[in-house]
């Protein structure tokens, strides 16, 4: 996994800026001029975030891009005084050559963090969005490097590596954003771990964000960066990481990524699952006997469920058995599907098997195998 340095050189007036770009004493920055678009609005919804605000705006003060930026801040009912640090930041940030643009609702009680990002989407003005969480603090290079990225690729979602804080903590996921291949970008959306390219990293251009659709604003308990991200991929749209670390990833229970439930996660996974892959396959097998694989096998549509040729594993105690009788079916007699080892079943798979969990012997049976994956398997873990 990348290293992620938070040290900044050639710093001035708070202002992280590459050598060349100094001009006397001052940043040569790309300063917005009324009647040209902006480059980049840097979209960041807030709620209750004092104790993140500075680190995170000092991020944005320290890019080194030299386009013309803004930053769209929509406060959503946060009581601990945040809408006045962002303000007290003003001049700080206009001095640097970004506007700020930030608004809030009357209401006491917050409407959600898609209500909050369509908000903050919908009153900026940049051709390309990049979307910044508050508990967050960007790399000095992020705007600058995703935007690249992005003008060669207009319709992805563009993500980065990241460094998470504190340090240690999800260390399997952290893993797995940071190291998943570019081809696996686009073959691993199944997963458990979400989007393959994570929210908090998100650039992408305004044409592709309006031609997507808002983010769902249903409020507490909705994964809207994953429903946008799905409607994305369906759309045709591609996935893309830098591969640096511009983005420190705070780990925290305040996160509103803990008020959704991972039963809510799982029916959204099922379905996209079954709409993209299963619908257009007409047998498969489910690689794991156990408790996952089973949960997907009662997860699936009647339909579906029929075309489940086998279960497989590596278990000799679930593959003696022989067999996984559907216990909750209505049908008489009730569906027995086989248990067979993985060398004996047949492609393609649905896998079920958590990644790097096992010191290698899963991923090495599966390789063995010589199957390609988004082809002949998909993971589902």
């Not at 509103?256 to 699952?273: D, K, P, Q, S, Y």
């Not at 594993?313 to 049908?331: C, H, L, P, Q, R």
Request: with cysteine; proline share 4%; charged share 25%.
């Amino acid at each position: 996994m990348s290293a992620c340095s938070l040290e900044c050189p050639n710093r001035q007036e708070g202002v992280c800026v590459p050598a060349k770009r100094l001009c006397l004493g001052s940043v040569d920055v790309g300063v917005h001029e009324p009647d040209k678009p902006v480059d980049v609005s840097i979209v960041m919804p807030v709620h209750n975030a004092t104790c993140w605000l500075d680190e995170c705006l000092q991020g944005i003060l320290n890019q080194d891009f030299t386009g013309s930026m803004e930053l769209s801040v929509y406060d959503d009912a946060s009581t601990d005084g945040s809408r006045a640090i962002v303000e007290g930041w003003r001049e700080r940030l206009e001095r640097r050559g970004v506007s700020l643009v930030i608004s809030s609702h009357d209401s006491t009680q917050p409407r959600g963090v898609g209500y909050a990002k369509n908000r903050a989407v919908g009153q900026s003005s940049g051709e390309y969005l990049c979307f910044q969480d508050a508990d967050d603090m960007m790399m000095p290079q992020r705007i600058r490097l995703q935007y690249e990225a992005c003008l060669l690729h207009k319709t992805s979602l563009i993500g980065c590596q990241v460094r998470r804080d504190p340090e240690g903590s999800t260390e399997r996921y952290t893993r797995w954003i940071n190291n998943v291949s570019q081809e696996q970008l686009a073959t691993q959306v199944y997963t458990s771990h979400g989007p393959t390219v994570i929210m908090p990293t998100w650039f992408c251009s305004r044409d592709w964000f309006q031609r997507v659709g808002n983010f769902d604003e249903g409020g507490k308990g909705v994964p809207e960066d994953l429903l946008f991200f799905y409607r994305s991929v369906a759309q045709g749209g591609g996935v893309v990481r830098v591969d640096q670390c511009l983005l420190v990833y705070r780990y925290h229970q305040q996160a509103a990524t803990h008020t959704v439930l991972e039963e809510t996660i799982w029916n959204h996974r099922v379905a996209f699952l079954q709409e993209r892959v299963i619908n257009q396959w007409k047998a498969f097998t489910i690689w794991n006997a156990g408790k996952q694989g089973r949960k997907l096998y009662r997860s699936l549509t009647h339909t579906n469920q029929k075309k489940v040729t086998a279960f497989c594993d590596v278990d000799e105690n679930k593959i003696k058995k022989g067999f996984y009788t559907y216990e909750d079916s209505k049908e008489r007699p009730k569906p027995k599907i086989p248990v067979l080892h993985y060398k004996d079943a047949a492609p393609p798979y649905i896998i079920c098997v958590k990644l790097d969990m096992t010191c290698g012997v899963f991923e090495e049976n599966l390789k063995s195998l010589s199957l390609k994956e988004g082809v002949d398997y998909h993971h589902f873990n």
